[in-house]
């Protein structure tokens, strides 16, 4: 969603993906992408740059509010689960199940693959609005933050491992919200 909650995007598992400009009134189905297995979207503030994710394909990114995307296949056809983005739409951040993170400062042009944090179940992933502070969370496993743009990451340990399936981020990276679906409870932690 933009800043001011006008324009939105969703995407669905073996179908499109669709933006609204009047705050989800009315829906235009974006059809220029593909009907793909559509895992996550994201948009930033001003709504004009959207990238989403593939299971079992790549990620692609618009320029235009979602009206022609780009294939980017530098970082590779993978089972992609979750992708974010900061509020200006730079920097990109999206993880692989059963695999790595990969990050963009380019707008997801090039990605670079990062190790420190290994290869896992990750299942979601959320980003401050600077691009520089990371949460991501592993089902059946922990939460693992970065505060310099997903180079290096801490294990969270306190959270304790879980079936975690879902996680976000205030814009200044200091507060984390992440639901496990094992325990049936949230998690709110603070970096």
């Not at 059963?98 to 896992?120: L, N, P, V």
């Not at 491992?161 to 200044?172: A, L, Y």
Request: aromatic share 10%; glycine share 16%.
């Amino acid at each position: 969603m933009s800043s001011d909650g006008s324009k939105l995007a969703a995407c669905e598992d073996y179908g499109y993906i669709y933006t609204s400009i009047d705050g989800g009134n009315s829906w235009g189905v974006q059809t220029s992408a593909g009907g793909r297995s559509w895992q996550s979207i994201v948009m930033s503030s001003d709504g004009t740059k959207l990238a989403a994710c593939v299971s079992g394909g790549y990620v692609y990114t618009s320029t235009d509010g979602g009206k022609t995307w780009t294939e980017q296949t530098s970082a590779g056809d993978r089972d992609w689960v979750s992708i974010t983005m900061s509020s200006d739409g730079t920097r990109l951040t999206a993880c692989v199940s059963g695999g790595y993170i990969y990050t963009s400062t380019d707008g997801g042009k090039t990605w670079t693959e990062q190790t420190s944090a290994g290869s896992r179940h990750w299942w979601r992933i959320a980003m401050s609005s600077d691009g520089k502070k990371l949460a991501a969370c592993v089902y059946g496993g922990y939460i693992y933050t970065s505060m310099d743009g997903g180079i290096t990451w801490t294990e969270e340990k306190n959270a304790g491992v879980g079936n975690w399936n879902s996680i976000t981020m205030s814009g200044d990276g200091c507060k984390i919200a992440a639901v496990n679906n094992g325990k049936q409870g949230v998690w709110i932690g603070t970096r």
